[in-house]
C-alpha cells in the first residue's frame, strides 16, 4: 500500500512538472505575441514557475508536500483569469459590416 501511494504521489508530481512547462511555453507565446494583456502573461510565467518549484520540492521533500500545495493559487488564479480574458475579449463574434465581402469570389475566364 505504502508503494502504490508513493508511485502516486511522484507521478502527480512529475504530471505537473510537465504541466507547468508547457504552461510557460503557452504563456511566454502569449507574452511576446500580446494576444492578452502583457501583465497576465508575465504573472502567467511567474505562476507556472512557481509551480515547477513546488513540485520538485514536493519530490525533494515529501514532509512539506502538504505546505507547498499552496503554491497552486497563483497558478489558479492566471489560469482563470486567462480564460475569462479569452472568453470575454478576444473572441470576435460580430459579423463582417460588409455584404459584399461575405459573398464568394466570382472568376471569370
Not at 13 to 19: C, D, T, Y
Not at 53 to 63: A, K, M, R, T, V
Request: charged share 10%; glycine share 6%; proline share 5%.
Amino acid at each position: 500500500m505504502d508503494l502504490t501511494r508513493n508511485a502516486s504521489f511522484a507521478a502527480y508530481n512529475i504530471s505537473a512538472i510537465l504541466f507547468s512547462l508547457g504552461s510557460i511555453l503557452v504563456f511566454y507565446l502569449f507574452f511576446k505575441s500580446r494576444y492578452i494583456p502583457r501583465i497576465l502573461s508575465a504573472f502567467g510565467v511567474f505562476a507556472s514557475v512557481i509551480v515547477t518549484i513546488i513540485c520538485f520540492g514536493s519530490l525533494n521533500f515529501p514532509e512539506h508536500a502538504g505546505t507547498l500545495q499552496y503554491g497552486w493559487a497563483p497558478m489558479a488564479i492566471a489560469e482563470v483569469t486567462t480564460g475569462f480574458w479569452l472568453m470575454l475579449f478576444a473572441v470576435k463574434t460580430q459579423a463582417p459590416s460588409d455584404q459584399q465581402s461575405a459573398r464568394p469570389a466570382v472568376i471569370r475566364a
